[in-house]
């Protein structure tokens, strides 16, 4: 094994180690380069044809993952926090929120915490306007009066 195909050994391991500290698929790419890198260096000495088959290799890697991962991010994109889903619907105050305060309200059943431009009292029926973070935004809402 040559100085080259040391080197090229270290940079496939190098590689690899970033990407498992990383976990976001930044240097997977390279790592793939770098190994088919080694392998040619087993077949010639020239460090330029090495370097050129690492770079080729490396971004035809790159040109025809990022597409399909992105695509396969975008169909299952996991929803680590479900406040999102709870814009537009209605709740109930548990712990007045207060003017610049964090409060609590219960929404489709679950409690979240919650702020508001407007002090709320506990029981007043608001709506989900926004998330922040895992904070849901709110505003006080009227029900409609019954007449009897």
Do not use: C, Y
């Amino acid at each position: 094994m040559g100085m080259d195909s040391v080197v090229w050994l270290v940079a496939v391991v190098a590689f690899f180690i970033l990407e498992a500290i990383t976990t976001a698929l930044v240097s997977v790419w390279f790592a793939v380069g770098a190994a088919v890198a080694l392998i040619v260096s087993f077949f010639t000495t020239s460090v330029a044809v090495q370097f050129v088959v690492f770079a080729l290799v490396s971004a035809v890697t790159l040109a025809i993952m990022v597409p399909l991962l992105a695509k396969h991010r975008g169909q299952n994109a996991p929803i680590t926090n479900g406040a999102r889903l709870s814009v537009g619907k209605r709740g109930i105050v548990l712990l007045a929120i207060l003017p610049g305060e964090i409060g609590r309200v219960r929404v489709d059943g679950l409690d979240w915490q919650a702020r508001a431009d407007a002090a709320l009292p506990k029981g007043a029926r608001v709506e989900v306007t926004d998330v922040d973070g895992g904070v849901l935004v709110v505003h006080a809402v009227q029900e409609p009066q019954t007449t009897r």
